[in-house]
């Protein structure tokens, strides 16, 4: 059963950074995509960050490109999402995924995520 779970939300100052984390369960190692997305009050959900493990490829948002980056320990039982330069409308609930389709799309799918971590941005 493929278990994720998030850390390092928080409350943080506009321009400022924080660094979640998500620790991932044995099953999902070889899941072919590890993501991060988002998802606001009233907001669609976003697709902010996936890391493709078959040829290592990575995709970002335009909205966070240049400030969020996301990485993946060696051993693969972690995910990572740096966030850079936050801004206020980086607010939202941050989820942890396993299994990513239509990134970039209105409307992406996934098939396993976490219970989430908030992010609030204040100016």
């Known amino acids: 059963q493929v278990q994720l779970a998030e850390s390092g939300g928080g409350s943080v100052q506009a321009g400022g950074s924080l660094r979640l984390s998500c620790a991932v369960s044995r099953d999902a190692y070889n899941s072919d995509c590890m993501a991060w997305f988002r998802q606001a009050p009233g907001k669609e959900r976003e697709g902010v960050a996936a890391?493709?493990?078959?040829?290592?490829?990575?995709y970002i948002a335009d909205s966070v490109k240049g400030r969020f980056t996301i990485s993946q320990d060696s051993a693969k039982t972690t995910v990572y999402l740096q966030m850079n330069s936050l801004k206020r409308e980086d607010t939202a609930m941050y989820y942890c995924a396993a299994g990513c389709h239509g990134m970039g799309s209105r409307s992406p799918r996934f098939e396993k995520w976490g219970q989430g971590t908030q992010v609030t941005v204040s100016s």
């Open positions: 890391i493709y493990t078959a040829g290592g490829g990575i």
